[in-house]
């Protein structure tokens, strides 16, 4: 049996520096489109969409920025906090 030192034996999600593979290829598809819709029409929303999605999906340690706006909603406000005086 063949173990391989890097990356995790060669079971890690492939990345591209801040991304996930299959974000950046989305991220990448939209950046072209919005361009030239950019050009075309000077029609901004889809590149600050773009700019958005970029944003919301940089992976660090395997947790995006989304995963941490989702934990952290439902910690401060959704999910109740239970106490125990004792």
Do not use: H
Not at 6 to 24: E, I, S
Not at 37 to 58: D, M, S
Request: aromatic fraction near 18%.
């Amino acid at each position: 049996m063949t173990q391989y030192l890097y990356p995790q034996n060669l079971k890690a999600t492939a990345n591209l520096w801040l991304w996930g593979l299959k974000d950046f290829c989305i991220l990448g598809i939209a950046a072209l489109l919005s361009i030239v819709i950019l050009v075309q029409t000077r029609f901004v929303v889809p590149a600050a969409e773009t700019l958005c999605y970029g944003f919301l999906t940089i992976r660090m340690d395997d947790t995006t920025v989304l995963d941490f706006i989702k934990y952290a909603v439902r910690y401060f406000i959704s999910t109740q906090q239970e106490y125990y005086w004792r």
